[in-house]
């Protein structure tokens, strides 16, 4: 990739961090003007009345004397640890263009790499809710691609043993500058899954360009049009400039696979592929990643550890 305003932006420095996030208090009113921009208002009967009960750091609401507190009903309900980790980990999460083990951000945030792990998933899960529903639409570039499995000696390419397979789709302009990504774990390379996809994940006016892979066919079952293009295999496919962008995206994707995370369990792969495809849709904009992650944070619902185990409750 050429030299470009993404990769020099400036992005939130630590110094500006601290000024905004330094403090617990700093972090609960920026969770406060997020989760409550024009003042408290009650989850339950929406009445804005309300005392603090400070002992408690809860709400209650004057009207229905429900009570509240700040995190309730947010990802980070029930938390034990200070917000101002839990913004920490957002700033690890969102400024590096790689990712963050979960051995590392335990080792920044000086917890315990378990913990670690949950925080991470737990905004993962924010940046896959967040993104689920916006579909990609215009000239949309399509691959296949595979994370896991065996890294030296099994069976490579496509049907390897232990991968999981995922869809990558590019929105480009026009004239072929990348827009927005969209990475989805499927079951396989099947027209029914691609369907699927094409359903949720592209507006019927996409015009998807892929390789001949006999499935991306099923695309126009969504309305879209569809555009295979013969590639022969390797490294001439790699250079194909129509899949220019996908080729670019599934290249960083791989780096940071390789160069980050050791392992990747099958059923926690939605949760990164997320992160990845949250940070390139908003690459544009590295400092306001940040507030704006807060503000989905705390509009996405608690996730009890149970559901965060569980294989494919949301995939
Ligand atoms: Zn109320």
């Not at 400036?10 to 009113?29: H, I, P, V, W």
């Not at 009960?53 to 429900?66: D, E, I, N, P």
């Not at 400024?95 to 913990?115: C, D, W, Y």
């Amino acid at each position: 990739m050429a030299r470009n305003t993404v990769q020099f932006q400036k992005g939130l420095s630590e110094a500006a961090f601290e000024d905004c996030y330094g403090t617990e208090e700093k972090c609960r009113a920026a969770v406060m003007a997020s989760r409550w921009p024009n003042g408290f208002e009650c989850p339950a009967c929406g009445g804005r009345a309300h005392s603090e009960v400070k002992t408690r750091g809860l709400f209650q609401c004057s009207a229905c004397r429900h009570q509240t507190s700040l995190i309730a009903g947010t990802i980070f309900a029930s938390t034990h640890l200070p917000l101002r980790l839990w913004f920490r980990a957002m700033y690890h999460l969102t400024q590096s263009k790689q990712g963050i083990s979960s051995v590392e951000l335990g080792r920044r945030l000086g917890v315990k790499q378990f913990t670690a792990w949950k925080m991470k998933h737990k905004l993962g899960q924010v940046m896959m809710e967040r993104d689920a529903c916006k579909r990609l639409t215009g000239r949309v570039e399509m691959d296949d691609a595979y994370v896991g499995g065996e890294r030296t000696g099994g069976k490579r390419g496509r049907g390897a043993p232990g991968k999981t397979p995922f869809v990558a789709a590019v929105e480009t302009t026009a004239d072929g500058k990348p827009v927005r990504l969209k990475l989805r774990r499927v079951i396989s390379f099947c027209n029914h899954a691609i369907s699927g996809f094409a359903r949720t994940s592209l507006d019927p006016k996409c015009e998807v360009v892929s390789d001949g892979l006999a499935c991306f066919g099923a695309v126009t079952d969504a309305g879209c049009k569809h555009q295979a293009i013969k590639t022969g295999s390797g490294s001439a496919a790699a250079r194909t400039p129509a899949f220019k962008w996908v080729n670019t995206a599934l290249g960083n994707i791989k780096a940071a696979i390789v160069g980050t995370y050791r392992a990747i369990h099958e059923k926690h792969v939605p949760r990164y592929l997320a992160e990845f495809e949250y940070r390139f849709n908003r690459r544009y904009d590295l400092a306001a990643m940040l507030p704006r992650l807060t503000w989905a944070a705390v509009r996405t619902p608690p996730m009890p550890f149970r559901l965060l185990k569980l294989a494919d409750v949301y995939a």
